[in-house]
């Protein structure tokens, strides 16, 4: 019997630990960065390109727009992510928007709440892609798992961003329309 009140209070003490981690613990913050072999407003167009990323991102299922706003902010959409065999729901919202500088979103899927910024910026090789990541759980429980995944989240992120960086680089020259000039023939 006494071994049961021992055993009983370890458990207790070791759930409670758990449980204590995530209120010391909420939010995991991390950044990354990727340069690309193409221009800032090529990279900036594959990125908000809702058909390449299916491309890029391949456990993106499916990706409809709920809402569109003219000026991006406030554009909302539904993501089906296949996470090892699950399917799961994500909710994504643009909080910012810039062209071919800045894009800000909010992902809110079960447990967590996903805050993604990208930066781009012009560099020697083209583009420097600039991302910065805030991770955070919905309820205690997440919170404290989280505390133990940050370092799996900022991998997959850098994985992404890699992934983007190769299917970038693999697609042909981007030739903006307002770029050609028509030739004059005397």
């Known amino acids: 019997m006494k071994f049961l009140k021992i055993f009983g209070i370890i458990i207790l003490v070791l759930i ?3 449980l204590a981690i ?9 950044k990354s ?9 090529e990279t900036f167009a594959h990125f908000n390109n809702h058909e390449s990323l299916l ?9 409809e727009p709920i809402k569109e706003t003219p000026n991006k902010v406030g554009s909302e959409y539904k993501m089906l ?9 994500m909710h994504e919202t643009l909080t910012a928007y810039k ?10 899927a079960g447990w967590m ?8 910026e012009k560099s020697t090789n083209g583009t420097l892609l600039k991302a910065e990541y805030k991770v955070e759980g919905n309820n205690i429980f997440a919170k404290s798992m989280f505390a133990f995944f940050s370092k799996m989240f900022k991998q997959i992120d850098e994985t992404n ?5 190769e299917f970038v680089e693999s697609q042909p020259v981007y030739i903006e329309e307002e770029a050609i000039q028509p030739t004059i023939i005397n």
């Not at 209120?23 to 995991?28: D, I, T």
């Not at 491309?55 to 990706?63: A, G, I, N, Q």
């Not at 709440?113 to 781009?120: A, G, L, M, S």
């Not at 961003?161 to 960086?165: E, G, I, T, Y």
């Open 22 to 30: 995530g209120l010391f613990v909420s939010k995991h913050e991390y």
């Open 81 to 89: 992510i296949d996470s090892q065999g699950k399917v799961m729901e």
């Open 113 to 120: 709440t996903k805050n993604n910024r990208f930066t781009f």
């Open 33 to 41: 960065e990727v340069e690309i072999n193409k221009p800032v407003i």
């Open 99 to 108: 062209e071919n500088e800045m894009i800000e979103m909010v992902f809110v």
């Open 16 to 18: 409670l630990g758990f």
């Open 161 to 165: 961003l890699n992934r983007f960086k």
């Open 55 to 63: 491309k890029w991102l391949p456990e993106v299922k499916s990706f």
